[in-house]
């Protein structure tokens, strides 16, 4: 046997000894391309969450806040939400590691009081509900109607007060409460709105009496803070992205509450977010137009700041002072003031009526995506 041939044990332990090298630095190569795929993908979730948030914001004063605005709203939240789960479902060997259990089990208990929100939101839509009602009785009274007599405006009339009495925010004073409405001519307007808040608060509502808007929010926001380096290293980057999810949550939740009816419309929550993050203007740029447009001296004691709620209230007032000016016969000019008011009227009615089944669809959606993990 030729020496080259017989290379003894020592040969043998020096190739299981490459071997072995070999295969650790494949493990290396390997969980360095599964790093930098995390990290690219991350890096992605963070550019479309951006994108998607500056197309909201770049939207004028007057759609802003709209139905199909909301809507798109909570388009883009569950958009989010899928791609967060993706990351989540591509990552498994993390969750369970500390700290991104801690992290994770703190963004699913923010999705169980988010639920509670979504419920106040859904009682919300059915108070619009009721005042889309009260607008059809309008448009049934004076719509369409060949000729237009002083029994058709005495229906109409008496909508439109019962529409103005359930709009009014609970929190007003009597005082208030009666300076508002003493263009509608009725001596006995208190006894009125005691009769129809009756009625509006036998409806089944989905959360207490107890129940605050504002509290749930805050709760929601409660020890929230961008991750530190170290939680960023130690999950490989997906603390950045429970912080994003968990920051578009509480946005999305807030704003819900800005727009729609509901108890303790407070919109004093801070958003603490580092505007590093590529997302963080688009957001931040929303919450301040929001605020500003619940500033405005006809939003102030807004009971939402949904635009829809305000034309009803503007058309409503506006049909109210003519109905009140009018005398019978009407003249042809006064008749021709009547219709186009109520065309107004209708347009809202249309308006409320295509947008509102849709919305509460997306925010029923929003329930079994915060259940499951």
Partial sequence: MPA???QGPS???TNFGRSILSLRREQVH???????????ELEAFQRQVADRFHDLSAVGSDDLLSLPWVRKLLDVFLCCQEEFRVILS??????NRAPMDRLISDFFERNVKALDVCNAIRDGIEQIRQWQKQLEIVLCALHNQRSLGEGQFRRAKKALIDLAIGMLDEKESNASLANRNRSFGRNNIQKDHQKSLGNFRSLSWSVSRSWSAARQLQAIGNNMAAPRANEIAATNGLAV???TM?????FVMW???????????????HFNIPRQFIWAVPILSLHEKILEESKKRDRRNACGLLKEIHQIEKCARHMNELADSVQFPL???KEGEVRQRVQELGEVFEAVKDGLDPLERQVLNFGFWGYEK
Avoid: H, W
Avoid at 32 to 39: D, G, L, M, P
Avoid at 90 to 95: A, F, L, S, T
Avoid at 246 to 250: F, G, N, P, R, Y
């Fill in 246 to 250: 968990s920051s578009v949550l509480l």
């Fill in 11 to 13: 040969a043998s332990f």
């Fill in 4 to 6: 080259t041939d017989y």
């Fill in 90 to 95: 591509n990552n498994k060997g993390y969750i």
């Fill in 255 to 269: 704003a819900l509450v800005a727009a729609i009816p509901c108890q303790d419309r407070g919109l004093q929550t």
């Fill in 30 to 40: 390997s969980m360095e391309n599964v790093q930098e795929a995390t990290s690219q």
């Fill in 241 to 243: 992205a429970v912080f």
């Fill in 331 to 333: 003249t042809e000019e």
